[in-house]
């Protein structure tokens, strides 16, 4: 994992490996069948033998019988960090004790230990109550019942697809404000909290994709349709107004102009590069000065064509056509 890597990220990396379908959650499932514990350390980096006692060495490829066999002993096992291979096993940990811990179990207070000190992944495993805790980026996650956390996705999917209807009529209007040039910071406010909401239940959904592995196939697509574009739509109405989606929408007066740079809209002129959209945006300033160059003034800008001027331009007025029809139908 690489080192700018989110706690987020190093969780979802953890999850992924212990996914219905993977060899990793097999073992584990074994484990859990036959009513025993584990404590299982995916990585064998210097500073994770750094921190072991006893146990012995094996160096033998992964199996999930192995792995449950292996199980039978108190110990810890240690795994490869890509799982594949058996490290060591019934080897005690000596985590670094000053390391905060709100679990109370001897074996989740040194995964969770191990996991924040040594940013490795550390699966649990409760021999009383079958639990199967996650550990990894400084956060913990509890793997449930497939069914139940299908049940649960498909519920947040529909919350999502509520929210994004209400962030769709908020972008329209905003769309319709910009072209009229009379947004508020309000009005910003409104489209960049709705599109935080909708981001977090997003994020949540994924987590469960992620969990759920193999059985997610379909809400994968699910999740796609539904935000993928919503997502890259967002991202512009950020990049057009940085003050106001830096405070998430919050500020003092929401009656105050805000200016959009313009991106969002150029986004919807076909074939328009990235780099084209950013040229024109930095000509201009704003896109009310925009809204009223000509294609000519448009094709002034360095690097943009008199034909891709017109298809900005023609986009321009076909948004503006079309939200005056909207006003009076």
């Known amino acids: 994992m690489p080192s700018h890597a989110t706690p987020n990220d190093l969780l979802h990396a953890a999850l992924g490996q212990v996914a219905p379908g993977t060899p990793l959650r097999d073992g584990i499932d074994r484990i ?15 500073s994770v ?10 160096d033998a490829e992964f199996t999930p019988q192995r792995l ?3 199980a039978k ?6 795994l490869s960090n890509d799982s594949t291979r058996i490290a060591r096993a019934n080897v005690h940990l000596v985590p670094d004790p000053s390391v905060p811990t709100s679990e109370t179990g001897t074996r989740h207070r040194t995964a969770e230990r191990v996991a924040v000190s040594l940013a490795v992944p550390v699966i649990s495993v409760s021999e009383e109550m079958s639990v199967i805790n996650v550990y990894a980026g400084g956060m913990k996650r509890q793997l449930q019942d ?15 697809e509520r929210y994004k209807a209400k962030l769709d009529d908020a972008t329209s209007a905003l769309t319709a404000l910009e072209i009229e040039d009379v947004v508020t910071v309000r009005d910003v406010g409104a489209v960049v909290q709705r599109g935080e ?133």
Do not use: W
């Not at 859990?32 to 210097?46: E, S, T, Y």
């Open 49 to 58: 033998l750094a921190i072991c006692s006893g146990g012995f060495l094996l």
């Open 73 to 78: 002993m108190d110990g810890a096992i240690i």
């Open 32 to 46: 859990v069948r036959a009513k025993m514990g584990a404590l299982i350390l995916v990585g064998d980096d210097p």
């Open 68 to 70: 449950s066999e292996l």
């Open 146 to 160: 497939i069914g139940r956390l299908l049940d649960r996705a498909n519920q947040a999917l529909q919350t999502l």
């Open 197 to 329: 909401m909708v981001r977090q239940i997003a994020a949540e959904i994924e987590t469960m994709i992620i969990e759920l592995g193999v059985d997610a196939r379909l809400l994968r697509l699910q999740l796609d349709e539904v935000f993928t574009s919503l997502d890259d739509e967002l991202d512009l109405v950020m990049a057009d107004y940085p003050d106001i989606a830096s405070h998430h929408g919050a500020t003092s007066d929401g009656d105050a102009p805000a200016s959009p740079k313009g991106l969002r809209l150029l986004a919807r002129v076909p074939r328009l590069h990235d780099h084209e959209a950013e040229a024109i945006v930095a000509h201009f300033g704003e896109l009310a000065k925009l809204m009223r160059a000509t294609a000519d003034h448009i094709a002034e800008v360095p690097g943009i064509s008199a034909k891709t001027a017109y298809a900005v331009k023609d986009t321009l007025d076909r948004l503006t056509e079309s939200t005056i029809l909207d006003q009076y139908i």
